[in-house]
């Protein structure tokens, strides 16, 4: 984007979001959140299993080492993104047992990627760095109790803020 559209009294377009997008799901307790299958999450059939915070047992919450035995057998674990790759933070928690994973984006690179998982098999997905706060909360509330989580890898129509610049779109020189 250039001139004219850097001239102070100029308005330059560029493109914009609307109210739904098409991608993969993630549902807790009744609320569906935007989940980017990860590369080899193709599977037709959602997975359902009970929702776990890996930061219970990972204080940084990143599963880039290894974890305790089967301390997530049967789980859908919460991990953040960072540090070690994707296929790194699956397989580990593959090794502790885990049937899928929910991997979520930081603050300072907030948007769901895609994510290439090499070799790792387990199903994932990545949400936005919003979703799990959100997600965070649910487990609080639920205070002991199982909480579900059911992951749709196949594109469903999703809620996406229209508010917000697409990704696709040019920034601009100015604000």
């Known amino acids: 984007i250039d001139g004219p559209a850097h001239a102070s009294s100029a308005i330059a377009d ?12 993630a549902s807790v307790n009744g609320q569906v959140y935007r989940a980017t299958p990860g590369s080899r999450s193709d599977s037709a059939s959602p997975l359902t299993g009970p929702l776990f915070d890996v930061t219970t047992i990972d204080r940084t919450g990143l599963a880039c ?17 960072g540090e070690c790759n994707f296929s790194e933070k699956l397989l ?13 984006s930081r ?45 749709n890898f196949n594109p469903i129509p999703v809620w996406s803020d229209p508010n917000r610049l697409a990704q696709s779109s040019s920034r601009g020189p100015t604000v």
Not at 92 to 104: K, S, T, Y
């Open 107 to 151: 603050e300072d690179s907030p948007d769901a990627v895609s994510m290439d998982v090499g070799d790792a098999i387990l199903p994932a997905a990545s949400i936005s760095y919003g979703d799990p706060l959100a997600i965070k909360r649910e487990l609080a509330a639920a205070a002991g109790r199982t909480l579900e989580i059911t992951i």
């Open 14 to 25: 560029g493109n914009s979001a609307n109210g739904r997008a098409f991608s993969g799901a």
């Open 92 to 104: 580990v928690a593959q090794q502790a047992g885990a049937v899928g994973a929910l991997v979520h």
């Open 65 to 81: 080492g290894s974890l305790p035995g089967s301390s997530l057998a049967g789980k859908v674990v919460l991990i953040s993104r």
